[in-house]
C-alpha cells in the first residue's frame, strides 16, 4: 500500500463507503490533534497572543506614517515640533516592540512543537512496540520507518514555524485590509477588486498543489520503502547477484521522485509570479487612483503612501502562505497516517481481569486448539496436548507442519480461534503478562544479539542482574571461557563496530541469557545451521544445562537433541501423529523410526 492512500479504519471491512472513511480518518487525526494540544494549551495560547500582538505592531507603521506626513510635517513647519517627536516616538517603540513579539512568538511556538512532536514520537513507539507479532508480520518496516521518520518530519516541519506562519499571514492580510479601509476606503475598494484575481490563483494553486503533493510524498515514500526493503534483504539481494535489477527499480522510483518534486517546484513559480503581478498591478492601481485625487486635493499626501504600503504588505504573506499550504498538507496527510498506526489494537489484548501467576510449574496444556493466521486457513486442527511440569518435549516434523505455530501460541504471540492454552490450569490469555513473560521464555533461531555489551545481551534475560549472576549464568551454559577470551571480556561491544560473534557464539550467549531469566517453561526453536564439532559438542552441553529442571518444548533440529527429550511429538499437517518417549518410538516403527533412521544415515554420511 502506498503512502497516500487512506487505509480502512480498524474494523470497517473492505465494502465501507470511501467517504465515511476518510471521514473518520479526519476524525481520528483530530481527535489526535487535540490529544496532543491539550497538554500544550498554555503556550500555544500565549503564542496565539504573541502572533496577534506582532501583527498589530506592524500593521501600526503606515498608519503613523501617513499621520506624520499629513499632520506632523506641518505641524513643524508652523513651529510645532511636538507632534512629529511624538510620532517618532511611537514608531520607534512599535518597531520595536513588533520585533520583540516576533521573536518572542518563535520561541513560544518552538517550546510547544518541540513538546508535541516530543510527546507524538514517543505515542509512535511505544505503541508500535505494544502491538502484536500479527502487526508486525502484515505492516512492513519500510512503512514503520515512514511513520517514525518522513511522517513525523512532515508534521515537524509545519509545527517548526509553519503554524505560525500560516496564522500570521492570515492576519496580516486581514489586519492590512481592514486598516486600508479604515483609512481610505476608495483605495480599499482598488484591494477588493484585485483580490478576485488574487482568490482564483490561490484557489487553481490550492487543487494543482494538493494533487502534487500527493504525487510527491506518494513517490518519496515508495522510494524509501524500497531502499529499506533492500538493504533489508541485502543478503539475498547479493547472494542471488539481484545488484542491478534492484538498482534499476530503485533508479526509477529516485527518477519519479525528482519528476514530481520538480513538478511541485514548477507549480510554486507560476503562483509566485502569478501573485507578483497581481500585487504590481494592484500597488500601480491604488497609486495611480490615490495619485489622481491627491492631484485634486481630494487625497491627502500622506493617506496615499500609507494605501501604497499598505497594498504592497497586503499580497506578501500569500506567497509564505502557499509555501506552508503545502507543508501544511503534507502534515495532515502524515498526522492521517500516523493516527491510523496509533489507532491499531493489539490483536493480543492484555486481559482485563489479569490473574497472576507468581510461581509457575509450567504444567501445559492445549484443549481443542483451533489456530490459523489471519483470516487465514487453520493451520492447527483441534489440538489437545498435556506437558507434565518438568518434561522436556521435542517437536520434530517435516518443514511447515506447524511446530513454530505450536511454539507461538504457547508464548502468546498469538492467541486461538477456539479452544485454549493453559499454564498451570490458567488460560494463557487470562495470566497477568507480567508473570507469563517471567514464566515462559521463547529462545529463537536467530538469537537476535541488541548492540551493546555481551554482559548486557545476557542481563536481558533478567534486568537488574548483577555482574556475578551474568557469569555464573555464562558458565553453566559453557559459554564463559569464549567471553572471557573476548577482546574486552563481558564488556566486549557486539555490535556492527565491535566483535562480530558467529552463529554458535550467539546462540551460547542467548542460552545464558535464558537460563538467566530461569523461566518455569522454556520454549526453544533449535538452530538448523550445523556447528563444528567443538562448537557443536558446547552447544549440546549449555542446551542439557539449559532443559535440566523446567518445562521444555523444543523444535528440535539435531537428533541429539531429540534423543535427550522425554518425549518426541510428531507434528503433520497442524496434528500430533506420534507421542511418546524417543526409544519407545524407534522401537514401535513409524514416522519417527523413519526419520531416525534417515537423521542416522546422514550422521553416518558426514
Ligand atoms: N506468520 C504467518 N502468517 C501466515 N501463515 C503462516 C505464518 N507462519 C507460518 N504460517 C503457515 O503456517 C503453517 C505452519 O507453519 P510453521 O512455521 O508452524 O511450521 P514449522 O513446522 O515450524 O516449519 P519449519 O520447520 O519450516 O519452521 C505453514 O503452512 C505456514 O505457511
Redo the contacts with the bound molecule.
Sequence with gaps: MNATTVQVPAGAGPEADPRAVSRAVRRRSLALLRSLLRPVARPVWGTVALVVGAQLAAVAGPALVAYGIDHALPALRDGNGAPLTAVAGTYLVVAVLGGFLAAATVRASARASQAILLDLRRRVFRHTQRLS??FH?RYTSGRIISRQTSDLDAVRELLDGGVTTLAAGALSMTFTAVSLAVLDWRSGLVLLVAVVPGVLLSRWFQRRSQAQYRTNRTAAARTIVRFVETMTGIRAVQAFRREPQVQAAYDELAEEYRRSSAGSIRLNGWFDSGLVLIGNVTLAGVLLAGGLRALDGDLAVGVLVAAVLYARRFFAPLQQIAMFYNAFQSATAALEKVADLLAEEPSVPDPAHPVRLPAARAEVRFDGVEF???D??A??HRLDLHVPSGQTVA?V????????????LLVRFYDVRTGAVTIDGIDVRDVDPVDLRRAVVMVT?EAYLFSGSVAANIALGRPGATRGEVEAAARAVGVHDLVASLPDGYDTEVDKRGVRLSAGQRQLVSFARAFLADPALLVL?EA?SSLDVPGEVLVQEGLRTLLADRTAVV?A?RLSTVMGADRVLV?ED?RVVEDGSPADLVATGGRFADLHADWQRSLDRA
Design positions: 507479532l500479527e508480520e490459523g493466521y489471519g487465514g486457513p493451520v492447527l517437536l516434523g517435516a518443514t511447515g507442519a506447524g511446530k513454530s505455530t505450536i511454539a507461538k533461531q526453536d538448523t523444535i533440529h507434528v497442524g
